[in-house]
């Protein structure tokens, strides 16, 4: 037998087969043949070529070879395989090695997955979110509260009596959303990073900047926004993201399998856009909520998109309408949704 080339080796981990469990091992191509030895130098499996299955990696990720006997190799970083297989096998197709059934199961599930993620996923991961302590909520938004206070916030420098205000105001709507005692707290803070900007974080700290409290006319306007943020806590919508966002990666590889990295990365690109669509959702929910928080207390709904209007008055149509990668809903929309949020 033609000794194969030491140069054309590759060093990574050799697994069983049907196991997590590895070895050192190396890879060398002969031929039209892929072998694989432990690491003491004594081959373990050899294979032609054309019955491997080879899986590119996802970017900056190891090559892996599956064997017929079930084996697999992986490689121990991301380069080398265009030097031992060849040209011609550095252009080995991302879904090399997928039998018929392979094919047909990744065609239907590619058709089921939009349907399962609009449909029945969000309601899934709601329910677990629902089911999660409240404290896990305060130990991710305090940790998050910490890690940007001093970092992109500033002290605020609005004046104590119109903090007073806003403070009267924030337990005003408080006592009308039916939210626990204790449950939310109103910060101000100043950001050049953050601008005109207001947002809760999963504890219940509402924190409010001081660029759009400088932007505000009235306060009623001040008093939607900050019905708006108690919404979201109300709902927990930070933590329901979370439970959603986490779950779709793992949905998509479960119905998609691991065959091939293409299909890990349209899994991926997908889960994306359907996130950008749940944060419109949480969005327009917390907008019908801090509308009928707002009549509630006898104040001025649409008070609120008056305010975002000038925050975005750069913004043009773009910021008016609602596309697919909208992270908000559009401006039309929201005034939509206020208006007839009894």
């Not at 469990?21 to 690491?39: H, S, W, Y």
């Not at 040209?87 to 392979?102: Q, S, Y």
């Not at 998109?305 to 008055?313: E, F, G, P, S, T």
Request: a negative charge; hydrophobic letters at 40%; charged letters at 25%.
């Amino acid at each position: 037998m033609e000794p194969s080339d030491p140069k054309k080796e590759i060093a990574g981990r050799l697994f069983d087969s049907g196991s997590s469990r590895f070895q050192p091992g190396t890879i060398r191509c002969l031929g039209d043949r892929v072998l694989a030895f432990d690491a003491d130098g004594n081959q373990t499996v050899s294979a032609p070529l054309g019955s491997v299955q080879i899986d590119p990696p996802v970017r900056g990720m190891p090559w892996r070879v599956r064997f017929p006997n079930g084996q697999a190799f992986e490689s121990n970083g991301p380069t080398g395989f265009d030097m031992l297989f060849g040209r011609e096998a550095g252009r080995v197709k991302r879904f090399h090695g997928l039998t018929p059934m392979r094919w047909t199961a990744l065609i239907l599930a590619s058709l089921a997955l939009p349907f399962v993620l609009w449909f029945g996923y969000p309601i899934a991961a709601d329910n677990v979110a629902r089911a999660v302590p409240v404290s896990l909520d305060r130990s991710i938004g305090q940790s998050t509260f910490r890690e940007l206070d001093g970092a992109v916030f500033d002290k605020s420098e609005l004046p104590s009596a119109r903090k007073a205000k806003m403070r009267a105001i924030f337990t005003e709507i408080l006592r009308a959303s039916d939210l626990a005692p204790g449950r939310a707290r109103l910060v101000f803070r100043k950001s050049d990073y953050f601008g005109a900007n207001a947002f809760a974080l999963p504890d219940g700290t509402v924190v409010m900047l001081d660029d759009l409290v400088a932007l505000a006319e009235s306060d009623d306007e001040i008093a939607g926004v900050l019905a708006h943020e108690v919404a979201h806590i109300r709902e927990r919508h930070s933590m329901r993201q979370v439970v959603r966002a986490a779950g779709i990666s793992v949905l998509a590889l479960l119905i998609l399998g691991d065959g091939s990295s293409f299909a890990e990365e349209i899994a991926a690109m997908g889960a994306g856009i359907v996130q950008f669509s749940y944060n419109r959702e949480f969005e327009t929910e917390a907008d019908l909520a801090s509308a009928q928080i707002m009549r509630k207390l006898g104040r001025d709904p649409n008070a609120m998109i008056a305010l975002l209007r000038r925050v975005y008055k750069d913004c043009g149509e773009s910021c008016e309408e609602t596309s697919i990668l909208s992270t908000h809903p559009g401006l039309r929309d929201r005034l939509e949704t206020v208006s007839g949020g009894e």
